[in-house]
């Protein structure tokens, strides 16, 4: 390398082990203060979901559980899930407004893993999960709700619900990656978070449901996730909502995390 | 290795759009290529292959003598890219979004602490460095820019057009980094629609148009070509356009044109020439609201290789 010889060169890239690691977290780092920085951007995952518990719990509270308690109780663990996956949906419209900036360009001209940037989006937004589970505990607590387990299983319910939202959300890096635009990435994910997210036995129990209704809330992944957060919250059986969310999580990351990676590969 | 960078016989097709025609571009390390066009004569999409954004459909590129598709991660390791429009996060700060740069180069935190305040230091941003660069002026995002493609000391730099829309003092102040950069060794491929910064940077120039050279040389055999300076004259008067165009005549040799309403041009030689068009028409009484002596402008380069004036000026008079 003839051009380099008369250089000084001060060995700056020396290869140091787990590179997509240190690069994945420095740019969750970027994530993150981007996301504090315009702390609007976290409205969807605090106001929102305060509305939802409040126009469910005083709407239909006394309707379906005959008192507002019982219902915030049932509801609570359930709506958990809910805002922390619609959460996610974020993440893709965030990565489909960035990569049509120059920074992206920028990145991909760099001597790094191609999946770097995506898992950085997707580790930095995990603030945004952290926040949700945080502002409705909060909420909750001043309504009335109290956990009837014990801490070590809230944490745990905190954390499973936590990781499903993590997990979910490379199908929206996916969307993110194909859609033109960031319209687009919300248009699709909210067709595909109703069904998902009100397709359960969140606000009503599934036995009132029709048969084909009642059909898809047992397949649904996000059941599963519900029930695991009831049961670990509330009491009750745990162990198998527990592992089937668990499943659902495993083969959401390994389904659409290459996809997606391959797809922000191929777009230009 | 004879070239820093070499392209040969690109191609690049956009649907039925070709944005690359077999285009070749090369430059000896420690040079300046500028590449001169139009806007939408692929500037950009050469850039965007040379530093591994985009594949080719046809031809070859190497870095380094290293192939930009099969070795694409090695030539990132070579190669500093600063874009036509700045290329930072405007949500972090000058130091934030240097850091950030060095970490992704495998920096240990520390050590990109230190090069991105020298960095800083040296493009003049030290006292922004704490501030997110979205308040940031236009000139001084292009500065961050610039400083964050050099945080990994590349042999290669791409600079796509990175004084358009600046003023001329913070241009000269590119214009500037630009030298010391070639004088530390690197070799920079510079696009500009500007002759005048291709003039003062390049080595060579390649002028490009739909996708394809159409010149090649130094900035003095290409001014050679195209008419090395030009002298241009409004007269106060409309009425005596025809009195000026013939003082340009006789002192030039050459017939004058008249690219718009109430102005004549001619190209000439050296500067004695303008003081001689002062001298004659004063001598004629013709008073001028604009008497000046520039270089050609790109539509005029064009017109003067091609016969044609370049389609944006076209769709101007249009």
Known sequence: MTITAERVLPAPVAPRPFGLVRHSLALARRSLIKTLRSPEQLLDVTLQPVVFVVVFVYLLGGAVSGSTHDYLQLLLPAIMVQTTVFGGMATGVNLNTDIRKGVFDRFRSLPIGRSAPLIGSVLGDLIRYVVAVVSLFAFGYVLGFRVETDLLSALAACLLVILFAFSLSWAFVLVGMLAREPGAVQGIAFLALFPLTFGTSMIAPAATMPDWLRSWVAVNPVSHVMDASRGLLLGGPVAGPVLWSLFWSAVFVLVFGPLAVRAYRRRT | ?318
């Open chain 2, 1 to 318: 290795m004879e070239h820093a960078f070499e392209a040969e016989g690109l191609v690049k097709r956009y649907g039925k759009t070709t944005a690359l025609a077999g285009i070749d571009l090369a430059a000896r390390p420690g040079t300046v290529l500028g590449v001169l066009g139009p806007n939408g004569a692929g500037k950009t999409t050469a850039v965007r292959i040379l530093a591994t954004l985009l594949r080719p459909d046809g031809g070859r590129a190497t870095v380094g003598g290293l192939d930009v598709v099969r070795h694409a991660a090695r030539v990132r390791r070579m190669i500093g890219l600063t874009g036509q429009y700045a290329s930072v996060d405007e949500d972090l700060t000058g130091t934030q979004n240097l850091v950030l740069i060095g970490q992704l180069l495998n920096l240990r935190t520390a050590e990109a602490k230190v090069r991105a305040a020298e960095l800083l230091a040296e493009f003049d941003l030290t006292e922004a460095a704490g501030r997110p660069a979205k308040t940031y002026s236009g000139g001084m995002r292009r500065r961050l820019d610039l400083a964050a493609s050099l945080v990994g000391r590349p042999d290669v730099i791409y600079l796509d057009e990175p004084t358009t829309g600046l003023d001329p003092a913070k241009r000269d102040d590119i214009w500037n980094q630009v030298r010391s950069l070639v004088a530390d060794g690197a070799t920079v491929l510079l696009t500009t629609q500007y002759l005048e910064e291709a003039d003062a940077l390049a080595d060579e120039i390649s002028v490009i148009d739909h996708g394809r050279v159409i010149a090649h040389g130094t900035p003095a055999s290409l001014k050679a070509v195209v008419g090395g300076q030009t002298i241009l004259v409004r007269p106060a008067d409309p009425a005596r356009l025809a009195d000026a165009a013939g003082v340009l005549a006789a002192v030039s040799g050459h017939q004058p044109e008249s690219p718009s309403r109430g102005v004549v041009t001619v190209p000439v030689d050296g500067d004695a020439a303008f003081t001689e068009v002062v001298k004659r028409l004063d001598l004629l009484g013709i008073g001028v609201t604009e008497l000046s002596l520039r270089l050609p402008s790109l539509d005029e380069v064009f017109f003067s290789l091609t016969g044609q004036h370049t389609e944006r000026a076209e769709e101007v008079a249009a």
